[in-house]
Nanobody
Framework: QVQLVESGGGLVQAGGSLRLSCAAS????????MGWYRQAPGKQRELVAT???????NIADSVKGRFTISRDNAKNTVYLQMNSPKPEDTAVYYC??????????????WGQGTQVTVSS
């Protein structure tokens, strides 16, 4: 089993900055992809950014140029640096990871979510 623990959410003013962290622990042989998704009230969960183990990124157009994703492979941790957030970025942010365990099988895991509220 794998656990993803998120931290860093909270209240931020529009134009400020905030950094989210997500640390993975447990039965981990390799993490192929780590990323962030978000879900605003009344809306579907959507991709924010993902980062593969070889450095390839996929970033939503709505946050491109403002948010940056990075990871520390040695610590099995992914970060989301949120610069110049807007009120429409308000949502619960979820960490996701595609993890290969000791058995060699890949599973997708989710964190519990962290609330980010951007005030205008």
């Amino acid at each position: 089993q794998v656990q993803l623990v998120e931290s860093g959410g909270g209240l931020v003013q529009a134009g400020g900055s905030l950094r989210l962290s997500c640390a993975a622990s447990g039965n981990i042989l390799r993490i192929n992809v780590m990323g962030w998704y978000r879900q605003a009230p009344g809306k579907q969960r959507e991709l924010v950014a993902t980062l593969t183990s070889d450095g390839s990124t996929n970033i939503a157009d709505s946050v491109k140029g403002r948010f940056t994703i990075s990871r520390d492979n040695a610590k099995n941790t992914v970060y989301l640096q949120m610069n110049s957030p807007k009120p429409e970025d308000t949502a619960v942010y979820y960490c996701n990871a595609y993890v290969v365990g000791a058995a060699g099988v890949q599973y997708s895991y989710w964190g519990q979510g962290t609330q980010v509220t951007v005030s205008s």
